[in-house]
């Protein structure tokens, strides 16, 4: 049934400042601005920003001077060899760059705009990806776009920025922007979120919003200390079922929803409210500015400004078997990649459908290596099916299991469930290694990354192995009238803490000095409550994730209805 109460666009914060949203207003605002500091507005554009969107604010004769960043660039084919490394030949992984924007920027070419600049009397715009390195200006704008936003133009036709290479797959946009150009961005973006004057949202295209840059800072400040959604999105897969689409109300899409991402800032958005006007923003922004605030001291000494946990949803109700996978070990993504620590995960059966709804997890004991290595090779060289249940455990689930998957363990959801997925953070790195013989949404073969995958599963995580250690793991901690706390995992070898809190009343939780996520994964809806007033009461509907900074404090959890409610919640062990 629809569950109407699940909020698409949950507004994070709200504020009296109120944003500009009409073209004229922002003309207005940015120009009296420029003339009480001086002539030369710098609007810095993070790559996937359409200048033209920005351009049309102003009028013919507004400035003397237009510069153009991007030209300042070395050019496209230089720029494609600079960073082939970092990419390298595989469809799908690349290595996490250490450049900044800079590097593709010749000096040269700035001293000679900077002359430019010097040179001409009355206003001066210097726009695009890398304004800022020209000069700080008399004013400056960060032009921003979210994530998700610029995923879409990718499929839509957009070029990653200053590339020769034309004509290639949304999987390779993507793959440039996850190891470089979102790099180099978040890079320039954190030196210029504590200082600009202004913050323009592009991301409804040709609909820029204007901010000053005080009341955006302000918004980050005030969401840092307080429980927040963050803005949802939803994408279909060749797996993928229909319970989201109905239990959310979502749009008729013609296929299905496969995966929803409700609690991961690298990749999702925030909603401010700037008297009644709304800026989409990226949620990286909040960690970039205030990590110590949301992670706390313990968690920030470790992570720095990435946020470890990971909050998303796997649908395969009326859906088909995930692709069977493992995930990467620590030493291996470091050494590979250049991360500095792996996707270890777990599934929380938030529901289950169909006669026997399971999980595969991890080998069965006796397995040989080298034969079921042979018959994955053979899979996919061959196209002979590999028989998954002759090497790999079926589990069977319910409603409310936590199953628990360290990296290495061989793993995928099956067909009649939707997945709760709490893990770390490097959400990208998954080895395929048998995608049962069926081609992607676009018609093409997944990439099976079976090299990789080779490398890192570990046989150990056998029948008895996967029994004792990863599924059932739940261990009660506090039980009274008010309700129950009880740990539900994850391993030893993972550094989140799960636990679910069962109430018909109310439970205090604490985050113990980390950030912690949540997920109502029972009842209608909740009350989040600070028992030293730190926060409004918030609420939170059923299957809504949320964050509470770890500056939030203690709260408690409230079922406003005497209803039974279960709420799981992730921290980080510190």
């Not at 605002?29 to 993070?46: I, K, N, P, Q, S």
């Amino acid at each position: 049934m629809k569950n109407t109460h699940y909020d698409l666009r949950p507004i994070a914060c709200r504020r009296s400042e109120r944003a500009a949203a009409d073209p004229e207003a922002i003309r207005s605002v940015l120009l009296d601005a420029l003339d009480r500091a001086g002539r030369v507005l710098t609007v810095e554009c993070y790559p996937g920003v359409n200048v033209t969107d920005i351009l049309t604010l102003f009028c013919e004769g507004d400035f003397s001077l237009i510069l153009y960043s991007d030209a300042l660039a070395v050019s496209p084919k230089a720029m494609d060899a600079m960073i082939e490394d970092d990419l390298t030949s595989d469809p799908v992984f690349g290595h996490m760059t250490t450049r900044t924007l800079a590097d593709f920027f010749p000096e040269e070419n700035l001293r000679g705009a900077r002359e430019k600049i010097a040179g001409t009397t009355g206003r001066v715009l210097v726009i695009g990806v890398g304004a800022s390195l020209v000069t700080a200006g008399d004013l400056t704008v960060m032009a921003d776009i979210t994530r998700w936003e610029i995923q879409l133009r990718y499929r839509r036709g957009l070029s990653n920025w200053n590339t020769a290479k034309t004509n290639v797959s949304g999987r390779e946009k993507y793959k440039r922007g996850y190891f470089a150009e979102w790099r180099w961005g978040d890079g320039v973006k954190d030196g210029l979120l504590p200082r600009m004057d202004f913050y323009l949202d592009c991301t409804a295209e040709g609909k820029p919003v204007l901010v000053s840059g005080d009341a955006y800072r302000s918004a980050l400040e005030e969401t840092a200390k307080k429980p927040f959604r963050l803005v949802p999105y939803f994408d279909p897969g060749v797996w993928g079922g229909d319970w989201m689409k109905n239990t959310f109300g979502l749009p008729e899409n013609g296929s299905n929803y496969a995966w929803s991402f409700d609690g991961v800032p690298e990749e999702n958005s925030l909603l401010f409210d700037f008297g009644g006007v709304n800026v989409e923003t990226p949620a990286m922004n909040l960690i970039l500015t205030r990590a110590r605030e949301v992670l706390g001291e313990a968690v920030f000494s470790r992570f720095g400004r990435e946020f470890p946990i990971r909050f998303d949803m796997l649908d395969t109700i009326h859906g088909q078997n995930l692709s069977l996978q493992v995930h990467p070990l620590t030493e291996y993504i470091q050494k590979n990649f250049g991360m500095n620590y792996t996707q270890d995960e777990s599934y929380y059966l938030l529901d289950v459908d169909g006669d026997a709804p399971c999980v595969y997890l991890g080998v069965k004991t006796g397995v040989n290596p080298d034969e079921m290595l042979a018959a994955l090779r053979a899979a996919q060289d061959e196209g002979t099916p590999f028989d998954a249940e002759k090497y790999v455990n079926r589990i069977p689930v319910k409603k409310h299991d936590h199953v628990l998957i360290p990296a290495g363990t061989v793993h995928c959801s099956g067909a009649g469930s939707m997945v709760l997925e709490i893990s770390a953070t490097p959400y990208i790195f998954t080895f395929k290694l048998w995608d049962w013989g069926r081609v992607d949404l676009d018609g093409k073969p997944r990439p099976i990354h079976l090299g990789h995958g080779a490398a890192n599963i570990q046989f150990d995580r056998d029948t008895e192995f996967v029994k004792e250690n990863l599924v059932h793991q739940e261990q009660t901690l506090v039980e009274t009238a008010c309700g129950k706390i009880e740990k539900t995992g994850l391993d030893r070898r993972e550094f989140i803490d799960t636990f679910r809190l069962t109430t018909r009343s109310s439970l205090a939780f604490s985050g113990k000095g980390s950030v912690t996520v949540v997920n109502l994964v029972e009842g209608d809806s909740a009350l989040i409550e600070s028992p030293d007033g730190r926060f409004e009461p918030f609420g939170l509907h059923y299957a809504e994730t949320a964050i509470l900074p770890e500056a939030a404090g203690t709260f408690r959890l409230v079922s406003p209805e005497q209803e039974e409610i279960r709420l799981i919640a992730a921290r980080v062990r510190v």
